[in-house]
């Protein structure tokens, strides 16, 4: 695994950062993690709100359809830095199931996080598409005593919510409430992909979550918990950003990937 820290609250974690408003860490395995910052008491929220990132490997088969590779988690890691919390920005290498070589680099940019990588070498996946990519898990910003609320009262409680992103194939712009039951697979939604999603809920500690690519027309995934179900979006909802393997390491021209940007503010 990746040498780690030992002390808490960074126990087992490669490196951290911190923020006013958030914390950002790499742990042993190679996974990021969120932490929003309490407005009142200026700590860590609890765990249920914390913003997992993992980085995968995707295969597309034949028919389109993906399957995911996870980190291996004991082994294949390597790494010239030492863990701490003084890094500007982090790189390191691992290996997926399949044993395919993936390069990682993250960079701390005051507010933004700014994460990018490759596959280095396919191992023994052998499918055509392969890719490298990051999930954002954004977990339920409202406690499950909101499931229980009626209309009425989620819409007062989440009047000043807002979710608004650029479609890709268009450059529509689309706004949503956080209560709305949708799903973003829809043709008029989020299907193709966004170049753009900003998320304002009063759950998030007072924060706006913003994400993009670093030249602002890259192309990423924004989707339902539940693939293919509708749902509302404060209960939870995926971003995920890939990149092409080629094997000649170059961009190819119709490559719209650079790297992914969180930025809380």
């Not at 742990?27 to 980085?55: H, M, P, W």
Request: charged share 35%; proline share 3%.
């Amino acid at each position: 695994m990746l040498p780690s820290m030992e002390d808490q609250p960074w126990f087992q974690y490669f490196s951290g950062y911190t923020r006013r408003s958030f914390e950002f860490g790499i742990d042993n395995e190679g996974q990021c993690s969120l932490f929003l910052i309490g407005e009142n008491n200026k700590k860590r929220v609890g765990d249920n709100r914390t913003i997992k990132i993992y980085a995968e490997v995707l295969v597309e088969n034949a028919d389109g359809k993906t399957y995911a590779k996870r980190l291996k988690e004991d082994e294949g890691f390597a790494t010239e830095m030492k863990p701490g919390l003084d890094h500007k920005e982090v790189r390191f290498t691992a290996e997926s199931t399949g044993d395919a070589k993936v390069g990682i680099h993250v960079k701390y940019d005051r507010d933004r996080i700014i994460m990018d990588g490759r596959i280095l070498d396919p191992g023994t996946l052998k499918e055509e598409k392969i890719y490298l990519a990051f999930k954002v898990m954004v977990p339920a910003m409202y406690s499950n005593t909101y499931n229980s609320a009626d209309e009425k009262k989620l819409k007062s409680a989440m009047r000043r919510d807002r979710i608004k992103f650029v479609r890709a194939k268009d450059g529509k712009r689309v706004s949503l409430k956080s209560y709305e039951e949708v799903d973003l697979s829809d043709e008029g939604l989020a299907r193709g992909g966004v170049t753009s999603l900003e998320v304002t809920m009063d759950g998030q500690e007072g924060k706006d979550f913003l994400f993009s690519t670093l030249d602002g027309k890259g192309v990423f995934d924004f989707e339902n918990r539940y693939h293919g179900k509708k749902g509302a979006l404060w209960k939870g909802y995926y971003v995920k950003w890939k990149r092409l393997y080629n094997k000649d390491q170059k961009p190819q021209a119709d490559e719209k990937t650079t790297p992914f940007v969180i930025e809380i503010k």
